[in-house]
């Protein structure tokens, strides 16, 4: 039976997403502040295995599958290239709203990321479409993400949060600005 008093306080349980190692995470950052200039490498080895689906080994462990839609010639069994980078761009940001909440202490209960981007392709990838296009003028146009974040920080403090993390992600920077880029025969 409940009684008066239990009704009147009534005991709320909130769940937190799984937490990052915060000490290996301080470790990390100061050995980022020693050696500003340290950097890794990411390695991906692509396979084409007909019409435009491919397999990604990436590292020893994992395998990404991508794919064209039907509407691009594709069999539409993955993601097509763009959506794969606008995942690694959801990843890297909650990646980053993870690790800067810990940081702060901020304890995240809920972390999601939506994101939209305005891509075209009026070179049909060079095989003969608008062919007086310039780099500049072809992939993601515009890009759009909203973070829904929620932990036991005020929404000020996580908006804080979401827009360090934002100048701080490897990938939106990297998406963000132009970087050297070369592609050679192997």
């Given at each position: 039976?409940?009684?008066a ?5 009534p005991?709320?349980?909130k769940a ?28 991906v080895?692509?396979v084409?295995e ?9 590292g ?8 064209e839609p039907?509407?691009?010639f ?6 097509a ?6 995942s690694g761009?959801?990843?890297c940001?909650a990646?980053g ?34 062919l007086?296009m310039?780099?500049p003028q072809?992939g ?7 973070v829904?974040?929620?932990g ?9 949060i979401v ?7 490897p990938?939106?920077n ?13």
């Amino acid at each position: 039976m409940t009684d008066a008093a239990t009704l009147d306080n009534p005991t709320t349980v909130k769940a937190y997403l799984r937490p990052i190692d915060a000490q290996g995470l301080a470790t990390f950052a100061a050995g980022g502040k020693a050696n500003p200039a340290r950097r890794g490498t990411n390695k991906v080895h692509t396979v084409m295995e007909g019409q435009y689906r491919s397999l990604s080994s990436v590292g020893d462990k994992h395998t990404v599958v991508v794919d064209e839609p039907l509407h691009l010639f594709g069999e539409d069994t993955a993601p097509a290239p763009g959506e794969i980078v606008l995942s690694g761009l959801g990843g890297c940001i909650a990646v980053g709203v993870t690790a800067v909440a810990t940081w702060k202490r901020v304890k995240l209960s809920k972390l999601e990321v939506f994101l939209e981007g305005d891509i075209g392709n009026p070179a049909a990838w060079g095989a003969g479409g608008a062919l007086e296009m310039t780099p500049p003028q072809m992939g993601f146009q515009a890009i759009r993400v909203k973070v829904l974040v929620e932990g036991d920080a005020p929404r000020e403090v996580l908006d804080e949060i979401v827009q360090h993390a934002n100048f701080y992600s490897p990938v939106a920077n990297s998406m963000r600005n132009p970087i050297p880029f070369e592609i050679s025969m192997a």
